[in-house]
């Protein structure tokens, strides 16, 4: 069975920084783009950042851009998203997902996601 | 403001067929292949058509993507009641270098 497991988020202030973290299971991680995509309260799916299979090509939303920072751990099959600076406007449920780098049967992959509340 | 147009809102009564258009530029869907998702209330979203026109394993034929020119729509026929969710078209921007969402389609069956 295909798992994406996330832990980290919560509350935290302006200001203040939080880890999020994805462990994959049921599918061969390293092979996969990764993505992190937020969905803030009442809005639609907001794209935040992805990393190639290797993790030496990664792109950033521009607004998390010089804040956030997405890695990824192979031999673990682990994804990570350091944010930094975290702003009221980052308050969102955060997922990891593989997005459109299908796997087999054409099917994504999504975690359960996070809750991050940005507030002071 | 979302790179991608959608309209916020469309509707049909049970059995009928409704369009969701998407509307980009040459930067985005007018370069790359266009992907929507449907989202129900508390759930992750969940790929409904990719590549334009290709439905994963599991996607009925009832629905069907088409993509000309830098615009793309989902057309869902035989409209049933399960149906009712939020749907998003979403692509490469290849300007911002992001992936980019459309602002979603609430669809009613009414």
């Known amino acids: 069975e295909v798992q994406l497991v996330q832990s980290g988020g919560g509350l935290e202030q302006p200001g203040g920084s939080l880890r999020l973290s994805c462990e994959a299971s049921g599918f061969t991680f390293g092979t996969y783009w990764m993505n992190w995509v937020r969905q803030a309260p009442g809005k639609g799916p907001e794209w935040v950042a992805n990393?190639?299979?290797?993790?030496?090509?990664?792109y950033y939303l521009a607004s998390v851009k010089g804040r956030f920072t997405i890695s990824r751990d192979n031999a673990r099959n682990s994804l990570y998203l350091q944010m930094n600076s975290l702003r009221v406007e980052d308050t969102a449920v955060y997922y990891c997902?593989?997005?459109?780098?299908?796997?087999?049967?054409?099917?994504?992959?999504w975690g359960q996601g996070s809750l991050v509340t940005v507030s002071s | 403001q979302s790179v991608l147009t959608q309209p916020p809102s469309a509707s049909g009564t049970p059995g009928q067929r409704v369009t969701i258009s998407c509307s980009g530029s040459?930067?985005?869907?007018?370069?790359?292949?266009v992907y929507w998702y449907r989202q129900l209330p508390g759930t992750a979203p969940k790929l409904l058509m990719y590549?334009?026109?290709q439905r994963p394993s599991g996607v009925p034929d009832r629905f069907s993507g088409s993509k000309s020119g830098a615009s793309a729509s989902l057309a869902i026929s035989g409209l049933r009641s399960d149906d009712e969710a939020d749907y998003y078209c979403?692509?490469?921007?290849?300007?911002?270098?992001?992936?980019?969402f459309g602002g979603g389609t609430k669809l009613t069956v009414l």
């Open positions: 040459s930067s985005n869907i007018g370069r790359d292949s």
């Open positions: 997902t593989t997005l459109w780098d299908l796997g087999v049967g054409a099917l994504d992959y």
């Open positions: 979403a692509t490469w921007d290849d300007r911002l270098k992001s992936v980019v």
């Open positions: 590549w334009s026109d």
């Open positions: 990393i190639r299979q290797d993790g030496n090509e990664i």
